[in-house]
T-cell receptor, first 113, second 112 residues
Framework: DAGVIQSPRHEVTEMGQEVTLRCKPI?????LFWYRQTMMRGLELLIY????????DSGMPEDRFSAKMPNASFSTLKIQPSEPRDSAVYFC???????????FGPGTRLLVL | AQSVSQHNHHVILSEAASLELGCNYS??????LFWYVQYPGQHLQLLLK??????LVKGIKGFEAEFIKSKFSFNLRKPSVQWSDTAEYFC??????????FGSGTRLQVQP
């Protein structure tokens, strides 16, 4: 299995631009998680989906952030407009329904100038 | 609410030294506990986990962790660290139907 796939691996953009991060979970996994990692705040859960349905989005920082999962094999995290404080590494993870172990993707390193 | 505390933010050790990283959690019910490792430039990988049974859990690369319920702790240990263990280590807890909550991480630097 290829594992969790994220793209792009690196993104540099200017403040105010729209940023879209993509994730392909491991095939057959029912849950998908989006995390943000920063030096100041560590690893934070932003949102997670179960069977493509958002279950808990209480970690989403503000309305500029949105996430979708149109099908079982694809999810996006969008930031519009982006701000310098959004600079972080964004991880996607997935897991099976009956297991608790999450499998992480390589992350997208975002820099907003 | 569940939470995780990792008190050691940055640990520096020499090769062959013993390692113990602290992890305390708060949650009133049954928990699942994890240690993840993030090597430089890489994504998080599962090191070990505890769900039930023997409170002493052995993971990959010679790591182990002990669940002490009375202390709400799940400390990570390794008898003799190697330079290749240089990484960031995250303790995580999941209680009930809640999602996983990660600690702030401990950066381990092993000097050759």
């Amino acid at each position: 299995d290829a594992g969790v796939i994220q793209s792009p691996r690196h993104e540099v953009t200017e403040m105010g631009q729209e940023v879209t991060l993509r994730c392909k979970p491991i095939s057959g996994h029912d849950y998908l998680f989006w995390y943000r990692q920063t030096m100041m705040r560590g690893l934070e859960l932003l949102i997670y989906f179960n069977n493509n349905v958002p279950i808990d989005d209480s970690g989403m920082p503000e309305d500029r952030f949105s996430a979708k999962m149109p099908n079982a094999s694809f999810s996006t995290l969008k930031i519009q407009p982006s701000e310098p404080r959004d600079s972080a590494v964004y991880f996607c993870a997935s897991k099976l329904r009956d297991q608790e172990t999450q499998y992480f993707g390589p992350g997208t390193r975002l820099l907003v100038l | 609410a569940q939470s995780v505390s990792q008190h050691n933010h940055h640990v520096i050790l020499s090769e062959a030294a013993s390692l113990e990283l602290g992890c305390n959690y708060s949650y009133g019910g049954t928990v699942n506990l994890f240690w993840y490792v993030q090597y430089p430039g890489q994504h998080l990988q599962l090191l070990l986990k505890y769900f039930s049974g023997d409170p002493l859990v052995k993971g990959i690369k010679g790591f182990e962790a002990e669940f002490i319920k009375s202390k709400f702790s799940f400390n990570l240990r390794k008898p003799s660290v190697q330079w290749s263990d240089t990484a960031e280590y995250f303790c995580a807890v999941k209680g009930g139907r809640r999602a996983l909550t990660f600690g702030s991480g401990t950066r381990l630097q092993v000097q050759p």
